[in-house]
């Protein structure tokens, strides 16, 4: 198959459940403001054998897309979901688009591709595409996300920055890659990445930065699945200039109860309801300390928390990233505090704030 179109129609047949041994296909979103350098970058990384299994999804505004014949790979697959963005109106759009290219891999129409690759529209927000892909049964059953690569244009990105689509999606990102670097003349070009990092930096205190034009995001790099907050995460908030989206990273070194941790995920989606963006969080529960325990949300909707096996690396530390939009510092240490059971005269404990009967409650994170 070569290129093609997918667009509203009906919703396509389930794609059922995997067999229970069948792994899940990594999906990976790359998205990134106008013209920042998306379909460039994605198409360096084609290049690369491990990624010639890959079928690329490219999201665009208008009834006619052509980011997707810009894909120069041959023999591979590209996807057009056009007609508006996935992020809103088109995330069922979304949704089919991906149950359908599930549905003709298993019967043979499409190449048994090993993984997903969505570059997104411009101005399409990560956290509904990803909640989409968490909410869908079908498609939680067979994808994993492995990851949102953010591209930042190295010469307009600050003024970018500014606007709230491109905010979100650098806050939500997982890694940050700089592009056009090379277009700085190279005497400044030390200065401009500098100051675009301290950019990227107030919106996104841990994602990796990478300069792009300059190759550094290796493949293998790419294909690495993210799933827990790195070690080296400093433990401050940052809030960007003109917009309201924080992200706050935490840690303990205390093993943390487990009757707490549930209460705790409870109350994330109770008490910050839509301000909730994305929680990551790697968890050393008193109960069973060799084996963390993992927490994936959007919004809302959370992956079951999952137990692995070991340790990642020596940082046995409990850790989290909380990405929120007009919550305060204070308010997201309350919650961490009583996770944590961090004594504070003015903070009530977990119970308290969950039993608040005034607190929302859309659902809680588990349900
Ligand atoms: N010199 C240079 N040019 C780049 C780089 N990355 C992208 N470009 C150019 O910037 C323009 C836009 O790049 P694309 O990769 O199409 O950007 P995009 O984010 O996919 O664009 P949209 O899908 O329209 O939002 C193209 O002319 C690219 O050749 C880079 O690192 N260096």
Redesign the pocket.
């Known amino acids: 198959m070569g290129r093609e179109s997918v667009k509203g129609g009906s919703r396509p047949p389930s794609t059922g459940t995997a067999p229970p041994t069948a792994a899940l296909l990594p999906f990976h979103i790359v998205t ?10 994605i198409n360096r990384l084609l290049r690369a054998p491990d990624l010639a299994d890959a079928l690329v999804m490219v999201n ?1 505004w208008g009834e006619i897309g052509l ?1 997707h014949l ?1 894909y120069e790979r041959l023999s591979g697959d590209a996807i057009l979901v056009s007609g508006g963005c996935v992020c809103c109106a088109l995330r069922g759009d979304l949704v089919d688009a991906l149950r359908d290219a599930l549905a003709r891999r298993d019967d043979g129409r499409l190449p048994p591709f090993r993984r997903i690759v969505l ?1 997104t ?2 101005l399409a927000e990560p956290a509904p595409i990803v909640h989409a892909l968490f909410a869908d049964p079908d498609l939680a059953a067979r994808l994993s996300l492995a990851g949102v690569t953010t ?1 930042v244009d190295a010469v307009n990105g600050a003024a970018t920055a500014a606007r709230a689509e491109s905010a979100r999606q650098i806050a939500f990102a997982d890694r940050l890659v700089l ?5 700085v003349p190279a005497a400044l070009r030390a200065a401009r990445v500098a100051e675009a990092s301290a950019t990227l930096r107030r919106l996104n205190p841990i994602a990796p930065i990478l300069d ?2 300059a190759g550094e995001l290796a493949p293998a790099d790419f294909l690495a699945p993210i799933s827990a907050p790195p070690s080296a995460a400093p433990p401050s908030a940052s809030a960007g200039p003109g917009h309201r989206v924080q992200t706050f990273v935490f840690r303990s070194e205390a093993a943390i109860d487990p009757a707490a941790f549930a209460q705790f995920l409870s109350a994330l989606g109770a008490l910050l309801g839509p301000r909730l963006l994305r929680f990551k969080g790697l968890f050393a529960l008193a109960d069973r300390p060799e084996t963390p325990i993992l927490v994936d949300g959007v919004q809302h909707v959370f992956h079951p928390p999952r137990q692995l096996p070991a340790w990642p690396n020596a940082d046995r530390s409990t850790r989290a990233v909380l990405i929120v939009e007009g919550v305060g510092p204070r308010e997201a240490d309350t919650l961490w505090a009583a996770l944590t059971r961090v004594p504070r005269l003015d903070a009530p404990d977990l119970a308290a704030l969950t039993d608040n009967p005034l607190a929302p409650r859309p659902g809680g994170l588990l349900g």
């Open positions: 990134g403001f106008l013209g920042a350098g998306k379909t460039t970058l665009e980011d810009l570059e529209t411009g591209v592009a056009k670097t090379d277009l792009g034009a």
